[in-house]
């Protein structure tokens, strides 16, 4: 855990895959901002644990509306990784476990697209 700017406390893993958190200092990992985590992630509750707090990513699946920590999603063998964008920086991809193990089915025949969500 590390300390944020704004006096809370956040996991390295989540301040590199969730999306609008950034590190000052990403050698040396310090400086965890969270200045512009809509207030939605940390409002969700995460599906897997059932407890509301902490930052949530939603399912990467456009229609899907599950949410999870990204620690929990790690512990349940979830597909979370990031992937570099076209147009900018990375892509935060992460599926429940129903779109996981869809992911894992059709990522062999190349026919999942990933489109980050706006």
Known sequence: MKPT??????????????????LEDPEGR??????????????DGCYLCKI??????????????????FTCGL?????????????SGGIVVGFCDEHTKLWERQQESGKYKIVARN
């Open 30 to 43: 310090e400086g965890v901002c969270c200045s512009e985590i809509p207030s939605k992630r940390w409002e």
């Open 52 to 69: 509301r707090g902490g930052c949530v990513i939603e399912c990467s699946e456009m229609k899907c509306e599950l949410a999870f920590h």
């Open 5 to 22: 700017k704004d006096g809370r406390l956040a996991h390295i893993t989540c301040s590199l895959f969730v999306p609008e958190v950034y």
């Open 75 to 87: 512990k349940e063998d979830l597909c979370v990784e990031c992937r570099e964008g076209k147009k």
